[in-house]
């Protein structure tokens, strides 16, 4: 491979261009530093297999598990927490129920009355784990 | 934060997709010294294809287990390393080309470039390793279910989830795979995943261009992929655009690397299988596979007549069909109905009538551009300048026809959508035009000079024969 000789007017544009994309990336790369830092874990999604692990030790496994929660999934807040509960008791089926499932998990965001909220549902408390998270169990 | 079973998992992958690039078209990117990064990008995407759709299949068959998954996937490696050492023992002689002076500063650019994204990504993912909304409720938590084989169908449940459920399956599936090589749900492997993607991304288009017309181009065009923003965000949110955009352009690859005149079947099947790969990936996957049938059916008709058209475009789809069937299988037999599909013909009319919709959504669409990428692509193609016409062949034009198809299909998504379209705009434009940018970088480039094409010719004194003659008339 050899080198010709390329205009002047070619090599200056080639570097004007090479130098406006590398601008572009710092660019992006400060705007995607910055939202990375404020902007930590903002759903806190990972803090859930801890909270949850005493649960996923006493729910049955491979099944399908409902949910109750003060928190709605109208709000994206509600949605998150409900899919950082999903995620730390999967391969558990948890859906967005608390009527018909056996067992129900319950994701509480501020103390309130458990029982009577399971009872709404006809759920009973099995274990109050704290941290707001209770395991129900369906009425027989 | 990168688990090394996780990038061993991904290895394996790479290199079965390598071997099999170089089995099925042993001469794609011919003598080039860029040759063999091409053949791993493109290796990258098949190799994560294939083993994704393996995977998928043991667990519906009810094999899914750690020893059944590693071995077969050693065993294949070993019979397409061994066919593939074999097939490639002559190599041809790279063809010599005038290099563009500039190309060290290029390279140079692209690779500070690539420093920061490698950066960016690795501080994002360290700080958010459960990436973005789509990766923890979508892609990563169906992957879950795919551990096995008595939860895959909660993977396209139609039970009360607030999730598209009826999505494809194919990245859940890779990162399963992955996380049955590490023995736990690790957060490292959506993340290598992502990561070896975006490589493979810009390494694919790199060398591509590079193979066709000069790495000079090649790096250039590294450039102005990376300096759309959206990209750096996306890396590390580990959406499925990526892995559905990689599957985009290597199809789009296979179609141009094509030294065939007529078409050869193996590139054309290839292409077909990206496509079929990319129908796995994403519902717009399928648009995808419709845009680039096109492309190639109007292509191939005006330069060779519609009996060749009909038959690459049977090819590509003939590639399609393995995933293609596989991916419809689960959406009719498994999966929930799609909202989008079945609300679409809700009001349709009066959506295809509705004057300020379409405003709506062209505005959307033209707010929604990465003008600053684009401004530099357009600046790129005012210095380079168009290629001549002779020089140009139909192949050049199937990227951006593909892209011009890709955009037109996506407006109509957007114009027949029961969503409201507002929160689409925000929420799906950049990600869309995230699948779209390999291919209209691409295109450009293809249809630009090379900054070889610029060389000053080299003046030559005339012979002194002359000259003396010249001098005793």
């Known amino acids: 491979m050899t080198s010709g000789k390329y205009p002047v007017w070619l090599q200056a544009g080639v570097c004007v261009i090479a130098g406006l994309c590398l601008i572009a990336g710092i660019e992006a790369y400060r705007a995607a530093d910055a939202s990375a830092h404020a902007f930590q874990d903002p759903y806190l999604i990972n803090a859930q297999p801890d909270r949850l692990r005493e649960a996923a030790r006493l729910l049955p496994d491979k099944t399908v598990i409902g949910y109750l929660s003060d928190l709605s999934f109208e709000e994206a807040i509600g949605s998150a927490a409900y899919f950082g509960v999903a995620n730390a008791l999967a391969p558990r089926l948890v859906v967005r129920s608390a009527d018909e499932p056996q067992w129900v998990i319950g994701n509480f965001s501020h103390p309130l009355d458990f029982a009577a909220a399971g009872a709404a549902h006809h759920l009973d408390i099995v274990r109050d784990l704290g941290n707001g998270v209770v395991i129900f169990r369906r009425r027989p | ?473």
């Open chain 2, 1 to 473: 934060m990168i688990d090394p079973i996780a990038l061993l998992s991904l290895a394996i992958a790479v290199a079965l997709g390598y071997f099999g690039v170089s089995l099925w078209v042993p001469d794609a990117g011919g003598g080039s010294r860029w040759a063999p990064l091409l053949r791993t990008s493109l290796g990258a995407a098949l190799g994560m294809g294939v083993t994704s759709c393996l995977y998928l299949l043991l667990v519906i068959a009810g094999a899914p287990a750690r020893p059944v998954v590693i071995g077969l996937e050693v065993v294949a490696l070993i019979v397409a390393g061994a066919g593939s050492l074999r097939r490639n023992a002559a190599p041809t002689t790279p063809p010599s080309i005038t290099a563009f002076s500039l190309t060290w500063v290029l390279a140079g650019a692209a690779l500070l470039m690539i420093a920061l994204f490698l950066s960016a990504f690795l501080t994002a993912s360290e700080l958010n390793p459960q990436g973005g909304w789509d990766a923890f409720a979508i892609w990563n938590l169906r992957a879950h279910y795919l551990l096995h084989t008595e939860t895959w169908r909660f993977a396209v449940t139609s039970q009360p989830m607030g999730s598209h459920m009826e999505y494809p399956l194919l990245l859940s599936s890779f990162v399963a795979r992955g996380w049955l090589y590490a023995d736990a749900p690790s957060a490292s492997v959506p993340i290598s995943i992502a990561l070896i993607v975006s490589l493979a991304f810009a390494a694919l288009l790199g060398s591509m261009l590079s193979v066709l017309r000069s790495p000079a181009v090649g790096l250039l065009a590294v450039l102005v992929l990376l300096a759309n923003p959206y990209l750096w965000r996306a890396a590390p949110d580990q959406y499925a655009d990526l892995p559905l955009a990689l599957f985009g352009l290597s199809a789009a690859a296979m179609l141009v690397l094509d030294p065939a005149p007529q078409g050869s079947p193996r590139y054309l099947t290839l292409a077909g299988m990206f496509t079929g790969f990319a129908t796995g990936t994403k519902n717009e996957g399928t648009l995808l596979l419709v845009a680039l049938a096109a492309a190639l059916l109007a292509a191939t008709w005006r330069g060779a007549g519609p009996r060749q058209a009909i038959r690459r475009v049977g090819f590509l789809l003939l590639g399609a069909l393995p995933v293609l069937g596989l991916s419809l299988w689960i959406k009719i037999f498994a999966a929930p109905p799609d909202p989008l599909v079945s609300g679409m013909g809700k009001d349709l009319l009066h959506k295809i009538g509705d004057a300020g919709r379409w405003m709506h959504i062209a505005a959307g669409f033209f707010q929604g551009l990465p003008a600053v990428a684009l401004i530099l692509l357009a600046l790129t193609a005012a210095l380079l300048r168009p290629r001549p016409a002779t020089e140009r062949s139909p192949a050049c034009f199937l990227p951006l026809a593909a892209f011009a198809i890709l955009l037109a299909g996506d407006f109509a998504v957007f114009l027949l959508t029961p969503d409201e379209t507002g929160w689409l705009l925000a929420t799906a434009l950049d990600r869309l035009y995230l699948q779209l940018w390999p291919l209209l970088i691409l295109g450009g480039f293809l249809l630009l000079r090379r900054p070889e094409d610029f060389a000053i010719p080299a003046v030559t004194a005339p012979p002194p024969k002359a000259k003396r003659a010249r001098r005793s008339s």
